[in-house]
């Protein structure tokens, strides 16, 4: 092997080349063997793609199945759906704002975005939601929207709404909010708007999703805000997180393809979209718990939360070597 597969045991591209998934092999030749497999719009025409696109509502929206109305109303439940199946037409299978469904499931998402510039709204009720916000504002940067200007309204209130210490929480948690239950929830959701106590300590959680945003983004991943919040999140790995909210060690290393909260590979695939080096310990010691993980056939044994895909294991794979090679030393030439 040579280049980034050197600090690997096992090769883990014949597995991934042997898939019969045909958007997974062309983004395993395109992002990790540098090819020019042809356009990503041929994708575009699998029936996988297609019977997704069948589920879109008049609206824009998928519709969530299931939920607790007597929590969310429906719409807000649909938001969450949205960026859900969103997340799979964009990161599994390239589709971008060309596409009618992408452009018209955008204009649903930003119809939901305040005056003062967060989206997600109605997810939580009438309280803030970064994580939430930051994850729609990822995915449709990646969709072609990066210089639409309700995109800078939206990192502009991210920057507005983060703690001291630079990085992010859910600001009804930095109160001591606590909710439990149908009741619970309702009171909370429909309580005014709570402010942040800016002086309580971030949540690796919130951070780790709003930073996905920040990596996505041509100019903002290398903002100094961004990499503040980048060296504060290598900081936490395996550790636990200053609020309740999936706050056990565990939840570094359960993963989810496309990403959902913060886990390991996620925070990584962030760093390393920033910039950041394997260099730095945190991030070589996260690179090493992968590494010594990797199985013969070149897969991982990891504990696989999200995803009902049969080819999940090989999207996790793929975003690992992703990872790796970013992270790699430049190869030099004679």
Wanted: proline share 5%; charged share 25%; aromatic share 12%.
């Amino acid at each position: 092997m040579t280049d980034w597969r050197n600090q690997l045991r096992f090769d883990p591209l014949p597995l991934l080349l042997s898939s019969e998934n045909e958007s997974l092999t062309y983004l395993v030749r395109r992002d990790l063997l540098d090819e020019q497999p042809g356009s990503v719009e041929l994708l575009w025409q699998r029936p996988e793609v297609k019977r997704i696109l069948r589920r879109q509502l008049d609206a824009g929206a998928w519709k969530y199945a299931g939920g607790n109305k007597h929590i969310r109303s429906q719409d807000d439940y649909n938001q969450i759906e949205t960026y859900r199946v969103l997340g799979e037409l964009v990161d599994k299978h390239g589709l971008n704002r060309k596409h009618p469904a992408i452009a018209q499931a955008a204009e649903y998402l930003f119809s939901h975005q305040t005056e003062e510039g967060d989206f997600a709204r109605g997810i939580l009720g009438n309280q803030y939601a970064p994580y939430y916000s930051a994850a729609m504002m990822e995915l449709l940067i990646k969709a072609g929207y990066e210089a639409d200007p309700r995109i800078e309204r939206g990192f502009q209130w991210l920057l507005a709404i983060r703690q001291k210490d630079g990085g992010w929480a859910i600001p009804l948690r930095t109160v001591g909010e606590k909710f439990g239950g149908v009741t619970g929830w309702r009171k909370t959701l429909n309580s005014p708007t709570i402010n942040p106590d800016s002086s309580k300590p971030f949540s690796h959680m919130v951070t780790g999703v709003v930073l996905r945003a920040f990596a996505a983004h041509s100019k903002y991943r290398s903002s100094a805000e961004a990499v503040a919040a980048g060296n504060l999140l290598a900081s936490r790995f395996f550790k636990r997180d200053a609020y309740p909210d999936r706050q056990g060690i565990s939840f570094w290393t359960g993963f989810s393809y496309p990403f959902w909260f913060t886990d390991l590979l996620s925070a990584l695939d962030s760093l390393s979209l920033m910039g950041f080096s394997r260099h730095k310990p945190q991030i070589n010691r996260a690179l090493d718990w992968f590494i010594t993980r990797q199985r013969k056939d070149g897969d991982w044994k990891l504990h696989l939360l999200r995803g009902k895909d049969k080819d999940f294991p090989l999207w996790i794979s793929l975003a690992i070597c992703r990872v790796l090679k970013r992270l790699s030393p430049p190869i030099i030439s004679n």
